[in-house]
């Protein structure tokens, strides 16, 4: 069985580290192997998206980094036809009706 693989984009290191901690405890509480990468901005995420087939399971997009946003990712991931799994991180509500245009699953 392959293991899940979540993909955090966080510009923040604190949040970041906490994601990935968080993460990584639910995964293991409930007995699921795992991969966990984490990405300082959007335009390294893409990189690894545009070379690598399917790369993750779960993408953790903060919307709101220098350069390109995780909203314009997830923008591009879907001209893209590209389906994978999108969360956004934001505590901002006025991404709301923009965000659910890349359908995510949550925010």
């Not at 899940?4 to 949040?15: F, K, M, Q, S």
Request: hydrophobic share 40%; glycine share 6%.
């Amino acid at each position: 069985m392959n293991a899940y693989r979540l993909a955090i984009c966080e510009d923040d290191d604190v949040t970041r580290k906490e994601l990935h901690s968080l993460c990584h405890d639910i995964l293991t509480e409930d007995g699921i192997g795992h991969e966990i990468m984490e990405f300082l901005s959007a335009q390294e995420l893409e990189r690894v998206l545009t070379e690598e087939s399917d790369p993750f399971d779960l993408l953790l997009l903060d919307i709101k980094m220098e350069g390109m946003t995780g909203m314009e990712l997830a923008q591009l991931l879907r001209r893209r036809g590209d389906r994978v799994s999108i969360v956004f991180i934001t505590g901002d509500e006025n991404y709301l009706p923009e965000g659910y245009s890349v359908q995510p699953i949550h925010f």
